[in-house]
Nanobody, 126 residues
Framework: QVQLQESGGGLVQAGDSLRISCAAS????????MGWFRQAPGKEREFVAC????????YYGDSVKGRFAISRDNAKYTVYLQMNDLKAEDTANYYC???????????????????WGPGTQVTVSS
């Protein structure tokens, strides 16, 4: 019953910044974790970041730590991913995901999420 929709992807130059969004259609996130993942052609899905809805604790994958920031807007039921100093290797489809239940404060891997958005493409050119 929960639907997620990403937006904000596009084509940017290396070194640029971009913010992508994930809007949720329901109100099932008071005790959930929301995350961002990405997948490039021919590569495995990669954890990018996650945030606990109740505690605001955030975690990042090593490849984006220090460059990306995840945040939330409770009133809008929206999660954002601010991407700075983009590199060519950041090119991927970016997917938003949400758990349906509370998760402890830690990195929540892909298999623990119950809902997924269709993705938004981010392409970084050199």
């Amino acid at each position: 019953q929960v639907q997620l929709q990403e937006s904000g992807g596009g084509l940017v130059q290396a070194g640029d910044s971009l913010r992508i969004s994930c809007a949720a259609s329901g109100r099932a996130f008071i005790s959930s974790t929301m995350g961002w993942f990405r997948q490039a052609p021919g590569k495995e899905r990669e954890f990018v970041a996650c945030i606990s809805w109740i505690s605001s604790a955030t975690y990042y994958g090593d490849s984006v730590k220090g460059r990306f920031a995840i945040s939330r807007d409770n009133a809008k039921y929206t999660v954002y991913l601010q991407m700075n100093d983009l590199k060519a290797e950041d090119t991927a489809n970016y997917y938003c995901a949400a758990t349906s239940v509370y998760k402890p404060s830690r990195i929540i891997q892909g298999s623990e999420y119950d809902y997924w958005g269709p993705g938004t493409q981010v392409t970084v050119s050199s």
